[in-house]
Every structure is written in C-alpha cells, then in structure tokens.
C-alpha cells in the first residue's frame, strides 16, 4: 500500500485567473492505494457525502483511467469540496502521485500535471491545472499553454471558509467574455507584483498584486458577507484579500504577526453576515508527499 498526502491549493491569486496557484500547508487530502484489478474507491472526511464514489465521477477515477492504474483507491477528505481550496485538484494530484508510484509509471510530477488535470476535466468540464500543479509541485506555480514554471515561496497566508458552496462550474459561468484595455493593463501590473513578491517571499507585494477587477468582483456576488470579510481582514493587517480559486473561500496574505488577528476578524465578520465559517492559518508550502509501506 502507498500512502500521499495532497495539500489544498488556492488558484488565481486575484490578478492570474487560470495562471496562478500556490499549494497550502493545511488542509490536505490522504490518498491510499493498493492494485486491484478494477479501481473501486471509498472516501471519508470532509464533505464526504458530497463526494461520488463511482470511479466513472470521481477525479480520482479519471487519473487511475488515464494511467492505466487500476487500485483499491481509499480517499481521506481533508479538503471539503466546492470550497475554493481545490479539493477535487487534491484528490487527483494525491492519486497521480500515488498511482504514478505503485505502477512504476516512471511520470516525473510535471508529466503527472496533464494526468491529473484529467479529473478536473470530469468535474468542471474543463482540463485547467491552476490546482493540479501546485499541488504536485508545491510553492507557487504559473500555467500557461506553454507549460508550468514553478518557484518554492513561503508566504503566510489565512483561508477563510464559509459553510456556503460555490461550485467551480457555476462561478465560471459568472466569468465576463472580454475586459477593457485599461483592466487588462491593471491585471498585468498587479500580476508581475505578485510574481515578483513570491520569489522574494514578500507579503506585501504579493498582496498589493493581487488586485484583479475583471473576474473576481464578479465572484464576490456569489459569497454571501464577502466585502465586510475582506474589509475586515484588511485593518487587521492582511496585505492582500481575495476570492480562493471559484470561491466561496476567501484567501489573505499577510504577514505571521498578524495571521491570528486576521482569522479572528474573518471568522468574526462571517459570523456578523449569518454565515458560519472556519480560518485556516497556514502558508505556502510543499507538493504531494509520499509515504512508501511503513514510513
Ligand atoms: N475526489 C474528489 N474530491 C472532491 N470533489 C470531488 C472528487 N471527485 C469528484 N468531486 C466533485 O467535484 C466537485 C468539487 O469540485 P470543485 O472544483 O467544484 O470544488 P473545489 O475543487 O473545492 O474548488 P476550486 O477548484 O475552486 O478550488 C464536487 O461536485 C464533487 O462531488
Ligand atoms: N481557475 C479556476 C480555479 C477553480 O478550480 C477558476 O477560477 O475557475
């Protein structure tokens, strides 16, 4: 049996929809695998009953499909589904990884990016990696068609979740066709700060690039006290505040003096709204990580 521990992501970081992502240190998804002759999964934990267990709907399913692995598949759900912090991505990156591994597939983790992408493709219809790769790889990642760069960062940050789902097929749905010059221009400002301040671990540039007015003040619609929450964050001293990937989760970068405070307000000011929700002090951190029988 192989064991893998898959981080939570948070894709877009505001100014890099469908560019960027960062793997979290916490929640995490636990991926365990034996060879089977067919795949057959179970899932337990967070959100769980959300979760299908049929292989031909689960991202899981569609990696083992696309690398030919078939496993008794046991999924240990850290990271609830439809909360912005890539929990279906978790799944099938854990799975490649683990998969990857038991069948002696010999993919290295960014060949096992498009494998993993597969399963993203099942659940919100389209192959984006803005998850999948930061949960291989770890730190922060860049998409493009081109392929991922990727650099080790270790900026703390806060998730916020609220008991409210937001599914990434419908905030996608919400997602404007076209932009005006002057908003592309902003982006692009704010996303060469951003990847700036994550190569020299600076949470207060990568918080100033965050800003984004083409997709995310379309998103925060669909979060039920979003402003009040990121104004809240804010005076207590996030450098940064956006929606996490399709949302409903909230992510703010700060520096670690503040990160307590910051929770504290967010979870406060979700309370104020009547929405119940839970704060996750974490940072940018590792990829998948494997665990051979008995280590
Ligand atoms: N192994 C899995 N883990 C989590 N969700 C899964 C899994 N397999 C299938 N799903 C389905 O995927 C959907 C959740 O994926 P979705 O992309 O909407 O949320 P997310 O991964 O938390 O968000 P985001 O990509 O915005 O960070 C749910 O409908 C869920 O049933
Ligand atoms: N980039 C994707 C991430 C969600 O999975 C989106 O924002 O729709």
New binding site residues.
């Given amino acids: 049996m192989l064991t893998v521990r898959a981080p939570a992501t948070s894709?877009?970081l505001g100014s890099g929809?469908?560019v960027f992502g960062v793997a979290l240190g916490t929640p995490a998804d636990v991926i365990r695998v034996e060879r089977a002759p067919e795949t057959t999964i179970t899932v337990t934990g967070a959100g769980s009953e959300y979760i299908p267990e049929d292989p031909a709907k689960n991202t899981v399913g569609a990696v083992a499909k696309a690398l030919d692995a078939p496993a008794r598949i046991r999924i240990d759900k850290g990271v609830r589904p439809s909360s912005g912090l890539?929990s279906s991505?978790a799944s099938a990156a854990g799975a490649a990884v683990a998969l990857n591994a038991l069948y002696d597939r010999g993919r290295s983790r960014r060949e096992l990016v498009p494998v993993a992408a597969e399963g993203?493709a099942l659940v919100?219809g389209e192959a984006?990696a803005?998850?999948v790769a930061p949960a291989l790889l770890g730190g922060f990642t860049i998409v493009t068609d081109d392929g991922v760069t990727q650099v080790d960062a270790a900026v703390p940050v806060v998730a916020c979740l609220p008991e409210i789902s937001v599914s990434?097929r419908d905030?996608?749905g919400v997602v404007p066709d076209s932009a005006s010059m002057d908003d592309v221009v902003d982006t692009v400002g704010s996303a060469a700060t951003l990847t700036v301040g994550m190569t020299r671990d600076d949470p207060d540039l990568v918080g100033s690039g965050m800003r984004d007015d083409i997709v995310t003040p379309e998103r925060t619609k669909l979060i039920d006290g979003y402003e009040s929450v990121r104004e809240a964050a804010l005076e207590a001293g996030a450098t940064g505040v956006t929606v996490s990937?399709?949302g409903p989760g909230i992510l703010a970068v700060c520096r670690r003096r503040e990160q307590r405070a910051i929770a504290s307000a967010m979870v406060d000011a979700f309370d104020a709204a009547g929405v119940e929700s839970r704060a996750y002090q974490t940072a940018i951190g590792e990829g998948a990580t494997l665990y051979r029988d008995g280590s």
């Fill in positions: 894709a877009n929809f469908d890539g991505a993203e919100s984006h803005d998850n990434t905030a996608r990937g399709a």
